[in-house]
């Protein structure tokens, strides 16, 4: 029997309706907002801003929340509310001093090809950099595109190399001042040293002090880690969290704190040395592969400037997030950007209809309005922008 026009359009609206849902993620114990929390299905997933919100689109009802150090969450878009409220994973065991690191970590390495690409392969992309200067922001950039990677991980076998990344700019959004007060560019990361600070690092060995705990009944590991003395000058320190089902390294995150750090020259007369910084990164397992990748990853860095007469002190903030999605999919990435560039002076038209349909990563209340304030036409900054009025 055929159906009237009026009917097929009716089953096209519920076979490919979305739900929708704009809310907010706090800590359970002190009610404070929580970033970087994951929300995902099989389908589709986003991540929470620094206020904690996030919007989420899916023709699926089903929800996961998860963060690092936090108990996963499921729900569903029926049940949702306006506020959620994640739970810190109670560890099951007092930390103790590990005895079989050595064993544990080579059954890390055992499975390396089992659980990561250790191959080239495609995923889409989306990157955003913030730049505080002495608190406060002076710049935004938003980066949407496609992404090939030679490897996910580095063994004895494969060498980084200048070419490892491939870029497709898709879309940006960006706008900020190019100097500060004292006359000074602060020069952002490039896409090949950015997705290579990306990258999880061996913490273990005799110049670290480790402690192992277990939670979610057995099935995860976290291994922390301190830097001993013998570091001289830096202090290292983080967790690894291991599944103990495969031995998969689902979370990395490490706080670096660089002590009596010599500065280096800049050009006139400028000087400036890192302080400190942190990296958290985030890895999932695919239905599709068994492969895990890099879901998310935040890299903030600290920096101290100074000129030759010791007549200003400036502190910069640089924090870049990285979420992933369609890993390992079938699509062509044509390169159209160099990967050795200042990410800040990239130049690429901005798409308001794309920007304003994004929600992988919402810009927050902070954020909305250095917009509009570097936008007026008062402001005496120069400014860099590509986003139009």
């Given at each position: 029997m055929k159906l009237p026009v009026f009917a097929l359009f009716l089953f096209s609206l519920f076979g490919y309706s979305q739900n929708s849902k704009t809310a907010i993620v706090l800590d359970n114990a002190d009610?404070?907002?929580?970033?970087?929390?994951?929300?995902?299905?099989?389908?589709?997933?986003?991540?929470?801003?620094?206020?904690?919100?996030?919007?989420?689109?899916?023709?699926?009802?089903?929800?996961?929340?998860?963060?690092?150090?936090?108990?996963?969450?499921?729900?569903?878009?029926?049940?949702?509310?306006?506020?959620?409220?994640?739970?810190?994973?109670?560890?099951?065991?007092?930390?103790?001093?590990v005895t079989n690191e050595k064993t544990l970590w080579q059954k890390v390495g055992d499975s390396v090809k089992s659980n990561y690409p250790i191959y080239p392969y495609k995923e889409i992309f989306l990157?955003?950099?913030?730049?505080?200067?002495?608190?406060?922001?002076?710049?935004?950039?938003?980066?949407?595109g496609k992404l090939e990677r030679r490897t996910l991980l580095y063994t004895n076998e494969i060498d980084p190399d200048k070419k490892d990344f491939k870029v497709e700019l898709t879309n940006m959004r960006k706008v900020g001042l190019v100097k500060d007060e004292n006359d000074v560019y602060f020069i952002f990361e490039s896409f090949h040293s950015l997705f290579m600070n990306l990258?999880?690092?061996?913490?273990?060995?005799?110049?670290?002090?480790?402690?192992?705990?277990?939670?979610d009944n057995g099935k995860k590991i976290n291994i922390n880690f301190q830097s001993k003395p013998t570091i001289e000058n830096e202090d290292f320190s983080g967790h690894y969290i291991i599944n103990t089902e495969n031995y998969a390294m689902e979370q990395f995150k490490m706080s670096v704190v660089l002590k009596n750090k010599p500065f280096q020259e800049s050009g006139k007369k400028i000087k400036f040395r890192t302080v400190s910084f942190d990296k958290e990164i985030s890895l999932s397992k695919s239905s599709n592969t068994s492969k895990y990748y890099i879901t998310s990853a935040k890299y903030d860095v600290k920096v101290e400037l100074t000129d030759d007469e010791k007549s200003f002190t400036s502190f910069?903030?640089?924090?870049?997030?990285?979420?992933?999605?369609?890993?390992?999919g079938d699509f062509d990435v044509k390169k159209n950007v160099s990967t050795s560039k200042d990410l800040f002076k990239i130049n690429y038209p901005y798409d308001q209809s794309y920007w304003n349909a994004q929600n992988q990563l919402l810009l927050t209340d902070e954020m909305l309005d250095f917009i509009e304030k570097v936008q007026d036409p008062s402001n005496e900054f120069k400014v860099r922008s590509n986003i139009k009025n």
């Open positions: 009610n404070s907002p929580l970033e970087f929390v994951g929300i995902y299905n099989g389908k589709d997933h986003t991540m929470t801003n620094a206020d904690g919100r996030f919007q989420f689109s899916s023709s699926s009802d089903s929800i996961t929340f998860y963060r690092a150090g936090y108990d996963k969450l499921y729900t569903t878009f029926k049940k949702i509310k306006d506020t959620i409220f994640l739970n810190k994973s109670v560890l099951e065991l007092n930390e103790v001093t990157l955003r950099g913030v730049l505080r200067y002495n608190g406060e922001i002076t710049r935004i950039q938003d980066i949407q990258i999880p690092v061996n913490a273990t060995g005799d110049n670290f002090d480790l402690t192992e705990s277990t939670f910069y903030d640089i924090s870049f997030i990285l979420t992933t999605s369609d890993n390992e």
